[in-house]
């Protein structure tokens, strides 16, 4: 059964950094392009970052970023712990939003994350 569990979430004050984890069980992530996306208060979807399948030894893949947090988010995964990462720095009040790692039509429960004084 494919499981994507996303944590990492919580307050932080605007410059400030977070690391979301999504730890994904009943497949290896190795094999997937994997996305990252974030639902804001009031709004829809915003696909945020996405890390393609890992070439033969799991570490490759292209990675993309929305223009809105390109040089302040990191996607990455750790083929041997089997998570998904995202990085945040430069945290502005605009990222505030709920966090979501999916993998094609499945996502996890989603990680809080606020940004604020």
């Known amino acids: 059964q494919v499981q994507l569990v996303e944590s990492g979430g919580g307050l932080v004050q605007p410059g400030g950094s977070l690391k979301l984890s999504c730890a994904a069980s009943?497949?290896?992530?190795?094999?997937?392009?994997m996305d990252w996306i974030r639902q804001a208060p009031g709004k829809g979807d915003e696909w945020v970052a996405t890390?393609?399948?890992?070439?033969?030894?799991?570490?490759?893949?292209?990675?993309n970023y929305a223009e809105s947090v390109e040089d302040r988010f990191t996607i990455y995964r750790d083929i041997t712990k089997n998570i998904l990462y995202l990085q945040l720095t430069s945290l502005k009040p605009e990222d505030t939003a709920i966090y979501y790692c999916?993998?094609?039509?499945?996502r996890g429960q989603g990680t809080q994350v606020t940004v604020s004084l």
């Open positions: 890390i393609t399948e890992g070439g033969v030894t799991g570490n490759g893949g292209e990675r």
């Open positions: 999916q993998r094609g039509s499945t």
């Open positions: 009943g497949f290896a992530i190795r094999f997937y392009t």
